[in-house]
């Protein structure tokens, strides 16, 4: 059974840093692309970053130049680096496995991690 | 606002079959880039509903169905049970954006 586990959150003030991690099980993750989608409180869904498993990486406007993913295929664990944070990035962080079809879908989902920026 | 546009809410009695839309552009749905669905259940993880316009998962009873057609798609759910009371949302990819796009989210109440 795939399963994927994210931590890492908690409350940071604006300006601060956050690493969100997502321990993978269960399928060959190095083989596979990963994303981070968000969902701030009462609100819908947004696409975060995506790396590919070849290394490319892949961002919404909003955040490049702040956030920094990565992947640690030997320990099947995703990453997401959060420098210069905002009220704005209060949100759940989900990591999702990436379907291998090219521009696809996500599935399965982690349980999610509340980042909350205040202070 | 939402590259994707949905209906805030829909709505329909049990056993009544309703439909949620999602309406895009020339730069996502309309380039044929597939669309997705996702169902959120209160206080849950988004689970995948719909994949590539119309193939639902394992496990996904086909009350739920998909269709596209040139720059939208729909989500029909028929036999309204009362745990389909959740968000439904749609995701494709957006080429001039580049990036991957949601729907604002639609709740469902199964009145």
């Known amino acids: 059974e795939v399963q994927l586990v994210e931590s890492g959150g908690g409350l940071v003030q604006p300006g601060g840093s956050l690493r969100l991690s997502c321990a993978a099980s269960g399928f060959t993750f190095s083989s596979y692309a990963m994303t981070w989608v968000r969902q701030a409180p009462g609100k819908g869904l947004e696409w975060v970053s995506t790396i590919g498993a070849s290394g490319n990486t892949y961002y919404v406007d909003s955040v490049k130049g702040r956030f920094t993913i990565s992947r640690d295929n030997s320990k099947n664990t995703l990453f997401l680096q959060m420098n210069s944070l905002r009220a704005e990035d209060t949100a759940v962080y989900y990591c999702?496995?990436?379907?291998?079809?090219?521009?696809?879908?996500?599935?399965?989902w982690g349980q999610g991690t509340l980042v909350t920026v205040s202070s | 606002q939402s590259v994707l546009a949905q209906p805030p809410s829909v709505s329909g009695a049990p056993g009544q079959r309703v439909t949620i839309s999602c309406t895009g552009s020339s730069s996502n749905i309309g380039a044929d880039f597939d669309v997705h669905w996702y169902q959120q259940l209160p206080e849950t993880a988004p689970k995948l509903l719909i994949y590539g316009n119309n193939n639902r998962p394992s496990g996904v009873p086909d009350r739920f169905s998909g269709s596209k057609s040139a720059t939208s798609a729909s989500l029909a759910i028929s036999g309204l049970q009362t745990e389909d009371e959740a968000d439904y949302y749609c995701?494709?990819?957006?080429?001039?954006?580049?990036?991957?796009?949601f729907g604002g989210g639609t709740k469902l109440t199964v009145l």
């Open positions: 999702a496995k990436k379907a291998v079809v090219s521009k696809s879908w996500f599935d399965p």
């Open positions: 995701q494709s990819y957006d080429t001039s954006l580049s990036a991957w796009v």
